[in-house]
């Protein structure tokens, strides 16, 4: 055996719950102001939400504008469906929102404002993916699969919120046999499938399972 594992998370899960706050913070300064330099962390521990950074833009920094960032963006994946149990759940309008965000410093904005048709760079994180030939759509067999199988149970959690919540996440280990597959790309099998995923209290772990095995 040879084993590979990728994972993927649900929209609602906390971790892309931040990413995309943090994205629609970006996304509504900009459309505010074409001009803005944003850089802002996002924060979540069970319902707490904590907005953090500096900006430079011509949008008031009024921590109640990006209180209503936060609770839409909630709402737009997921959480407003009632009747589901609360517990550490992120719904908007349960939820503490905290906003730290202040002008940014003069000297970064030295380092990123440059001459019209230049950016600069300032201390925002590097990220990167690769490519391979295991499948048509040059993704890694492992992370396809949880990514596909992600995908299903939020659509299916979205259209049953009396059964399932938005916060899930996939796991799928892929047996390639040997090292030597590994390196040239070719998978054997499926070894495992992980699912964890929230749920209403009234159902049974016996019939989430059920479920999850019929909808994958």
Do not use: W
Request: proline letters at 4%; one cysteine or more.
């Amino acid at each position: 055996m040879y084993l590979f594992a990728s994972e993927a998370v649900s929209a609602g899960h906390p971790d892309k719950c931040a990413d995309i706050i943090a994205d629609s913070i970006v996304d509504t300064l900009l459309q505010l102001d074409a001009d803005s330099k944003v850089a802002t962390e996002v924060f979540i521990s069970g319902k707490h939400i904590i907005i953090g950074g500096e900006v430079k833009t011509k949008v008031p920094l009024d921590p109640a504008f990006y209180e209503e960032i936060a609770k839409k963006a909630l709402k737009q994946i997921g959480y407003p469906e009632a009747g589901f149990e609360r517990g550490e759940t992120l719904f908007p309008d349960e939820t503490d929102i905290q906003v730290y965000v202040s002008k940014q410093s003069p000297d970064i904005t030295m380092g990123v404002v440059k001459e019209e048709g230049e950016i600069g760079a300032g201390d925002q994180g590097m990220m990167f993916g690769y490519a391979t030939s295991e499948r048509d759509d040059h993704m890694p067999t492992a992370f396809a699969y949880a990514r596909e199988i992600r995908d299903v149970l939020y659509a299916y959690a979205l259209k049953h919120p009396e059964t399932f919540g938005v916060d899930l996440k996939t796991e799928v280990i892929m047996d390639y046999g040997s090292k030597e597959n590994f390196d040239n790309c070719k998978p054997q099998r499926i070894a495992k499938i992980i699912v964890a995923i929230s749920h209403n209290k009234d159902v049974e772990l016996k019939e989430v399972k059920r479920l999850v095995k019929k909808i994958i």
